[in-house]
């Protein structure tokens, strides 16, 4: 169920009620792949840093270690010991993305496997199944992601394809539901709004989907190369389409400027790699821009990587030391520094929460968006 608090112009504070949790929106779900955070983040820690909901992949996790062992181990949520709700994508933009050589047809996708090269075949129905094996709180559903650049002529037939593909998830999930061995039976659908960077097809993409009536809706195939200004008229076009009384979700977004901007065009969920990618490499997230660690100027950097930061890294550890792990290649040193990102973002987004509460967003918006140009990196 999703209920909305308080509103800000498009800006939205919600609550969204599952089987598995509740989760106050605006959020950012933090990403754990293969069911784990690269960076050796654990459950515990994501409860620490302020995880709500956690988001997984279906083809990573079919193709290794495969979804009936997950669920032959109860479900996703017992496999990595995670009480929270998850949300799984539903395994279209890797195979679009991961896989040199695919066929697509109406029935679906074959490809193969980036792991091993076996040959593997998804459609709408083979998504749904896998999804419900790993019983997620949320299933996303089997869509294409056009490239931006593809030509008008492509993205329509695409789009259309998968418009057909929705509707054939919605029925396959439905059935699924109702099997007596189906491990979360109140899985719910999310469906993708499509269209590359043509509004209009996206805005009669966006009418369709919505007759469908599903549990949420996402926007896909933005922040893949586009320019931030055209994805943020994209949103001013689209969001007005997508049900008001349904959580809107913009798939892969992003810096937290983008963040910012999303909240303020409707946008309730997010999520992105970029926090934890960008740890891995010493690029830290602070209130007054990017620290890079592994710049020589900060060898004898007794701080913490932010002042005032209470996330497990600043608590304890000095930028001086971080840099060294990171420079012997420590597994340590990558931790801290992903713990720092993601708890930078989840702080984030409960400050947002807290600012639309008040009634003040776009102030804080203005604010933080002050603070991050300075980009000082002192």
């Known amino acids: 169920m999703y209920t909305i608090l308080k509103t800000e112009g498009l800006a939205k504070r919600s609550t969204f009620t599952t089987v598995h949790g509740t989760v106050e929106t605006p959020v950012f779900m933090n990403v754990g792949t293969v069911a784990a955070i690269k960076g050796a983040v654990s459950s515990e820690d994501l409860k620490e840093i302020g995880c709500q909901i956690e988001l997984s992949n279906t083809y990573h996790l079919h193709v290794r270690p495969g ?62 199944r896998i999804q419900s094996n790993l019983a997620s709180t949320v299933a996303m559903a089997f869509d294409e992601c056009p490239s931006s650049l593809a030509e008008r002529d492509y993205v329509q037939a695409s789009v259309d394809r998968t418009t057909r593909w929705l509707v054939r998830c919605k029925a396959e999930l439905d059935r699924l539901n109702g099997l007596p061995d189906t491990i979360n039976r109140d899985q719910m659908l999310f469906g993708i709004n499509q269209g590359a960077i043509y509004p209009d097809i996206r805005i009669e993409h966006a009418k369709r989907i919505s007759e469908l009536d599903l549990p949420g809706y996402s926007i896909g195939g933005l922040a893949v190369g586009e320019p931030n200004e055209v994805m943020y008229d994209i949103l001013d076009q689209v969001v007005p389409y997508l049900p008001k009384d349904k959580p809107t979700y913009l798939m892969g977004v992003g810096t937290p400027a983008d963040i910012l901007e999303g909240v303020d065009r409707g946008i309730d969920f997010f999520d992105c790699v970029y926090p934890s990618r960008n740890g891995r490499h010493g690029h830290l997230y602070t209130n007054h821009g990017t620290v ?31 840099r060294h792990l990171l420079k012997a290649k420590e597994m340590l040193g990558m931790r801290l520094c992903v713990l720092h990102n993601l708890y930078f973002y989840n702080t984030m987004m409960q400050e947002i929460r807290d600012a639309l509460d008040k009634g003040d967003f776009r102030q804080y918006k203005k604010q933080k968006l002050e603070r991050f140009e300075e980009q000082t990196d002192d």
Request: hydrophobic share 35%; with cysteine; glycine share 8%.
């Open 292 to 322: 890079r660690l592994l710049n020589a100027k900060y060898e004898l950097d007794d701080r913490p990587i932010e002042e005032g930061c209470s996330c497990p890294a600043c608590r304890r550890y000095s930028r001086a030391y971080i």
């Open 67 to 128: 979804d009936e062992v997950v669920k032959s181990l109860g479900g996703i949520r017992k496999f990595m010991a995670w009480d929270r709700p998850v949300l799984t994508d539903s395994g279209g933009f890797q195979v679009f993305s991961l896989a040199s050589l695919r066929k697509i047809k109406e029935e679906g996708v074959y490809f193969n496997s980036h792991v091993d090269g076996r040959k593997i075949f998804m459609g709408p129905e083979e998504s749904m």
